[in-house]
């Protein structure tokens, strides 16, 4: 379920407060508003992505297992160092929100707030994971528009885990080019080969078939 707003609205019709002296708030600033205001049924979540405040609900069985999975994996590998393994956050980019199924940042959060104190700022992220949910929107928004957002933010890494991708694929995706919303390096490795992580706190860490397998 997706909400998406178009153009700029009134800062007054929408009941929002003028933005640095002008009468028409930007787009951001109304969707960053509006997200702030959300009171979402439990189950669901909220992000902007894009020009998009995208609800969806929690994952199926199979994505709360692949996502445990590697939360429990990368835990151990990361275990020693200054990083660790979230879920449930949310990561913050100039008005953009998102809530990764999996991420890494520094063991201690209050290192990298964002400035209205509501997450974390995306520039301490390490790096970013998703897992794949069925369904044409969701698709999308994890293979393209979150592939640009993270990119756009400068989040050296993001891997895609995705059932849904011939007979199942890992993509790990590093380089970010944040003026051109890309990522220069792409790796794609099939279920049933091992997919590495080239770099960072989880470099080596592997993603295979102990975290995909059916």
């Known amino acids: 379920m997706t909400a998406l707003a178009h153009e700029p609205c009134s800062a007054v019709d929408d009941g929002l407060p003028p933005v640095a002296g002008h009468e028409t708030a930007s787009l951001d600033e109304v969707l960053w508003q509006a997200w702030k205001a959300m009171e979402l049924p439990e189950g669901y979540r909220a992000e902007i992505v894009e020009e998009y ?28 160092g200054d990083d660790v393994a979230y879920q ?3 990561i913050i980019h100039r008005r953009k929100v998102w809530i990764p199924d999996v991420f890494i940042a520094p063991e201690d959060l209050d ?29 999308s928004r994890d293979r393209d528009r979150k592939r640009r957002a993270y990119a756009r933010a400068g989040i050296p890494l993001y891997v895609l885990i995705d ?23 792409e790796h794609r490795v099939p279920y049933g080969t091992d997919a590495v992580i080239p770099d960072g706190p989880a470099k080596g860490f592997v993603i295979g078939d102990a975290i995909v397998r059916q």
């Open 53 to 80: 405040i995208e609800v969806s609900p929690t994952g199926r069985r199979r994505h709360g297992v692949i996502i445990n999975r590697l939360r429990r994996a990368l835990e151990a590998h990361l275990e020693g």
């Open 88 to 90: 449930d956050v949310d």
């Open 111 to 139: 290192e990298i707030p964002d400035e209205e104190d509501l997450g974390v700022d995306a520039s301490g992220v390490k790096g970013v994971f998703e897992v794949v949910s069925p369904g044409r929107e969701a698709k």
């Open 163 to 185: 059932d849904f991708d011939g007979d199942g694929t890992v993509v790990v995706l590093t380089a970010p080019n944040p003026d051109k919303a890309v990522y220069a390096d």
